[in-house]
């Protein structure tokens, strides 16, 4: 009898994103600044920039509420929001946001939350002064 559906998870030790994810499994979320202080977001491995914990507040960019997906990990857990989040350090990430639906929208307050897999952590956003995810 097969277990529950698991979450699709990065490859830890892919060269450019590793560092972030070895980070996210200590729930700190990383984003990378150029020579120049400049921010620098998708995850990579640096060239004389420097790596700094984000707060984890943002706001809610756009979003989409996804109401049907193939892969059983995220059938079971639909529907549900996927959103681009403009971080407070000036960064935008791609992620769950774990809020109903139809409470989400441009615009609102969130902060990032934990969703623990072993030896890594998914960051999954929620409304702001919400309790922990």
Do not use: I, K, N
């Not at 097969?2 to 830890?12: Q, S």
């Not at 984003?31 to 640096?46: A, E, S």
């Not at 681009?84 to 902060?111: K, Q, S, T």
Request: net charge negative; glycine share 10%; hydrophobic share 35%.
């Amino acid at each position: 009898m097969p277990g529950e559906p698991t979450r699709p998870l990065p490859v830890l030790t892919e060269p450019d994103t590793a560092e972030f994810w070895r980070a996210c499994g200590e729930h700190r979320l990383t984003y990378t600044t150029d020579r120049d202080g400049g921010v620098v977001f998708y995850p990579r491995r640096t060239d004389g920039g420097q790596v700094r914990d984000s707060a984890g507040r943002g706001v809610v960019y756009t979003y989409t509420v996804v109401r049907r997906h193939g892969h059983p990990y995220f059938r079971s857990r639909a529907p549900y929001v996927v959103a681009y989040v403009d971080l407070d350090e000036g960064f935008r990430l791609l992620a769950e946001v774990d809020a109903d639906p139809d409470a989400v929208h441009v615009g609102m307050r969130v902060e990032v939350g934990w969703e623990d897999h072993g030896e890594t952590a998914v960051p999954v956003f929620r409304p702001a002064g919400s309790a922990a995810t």
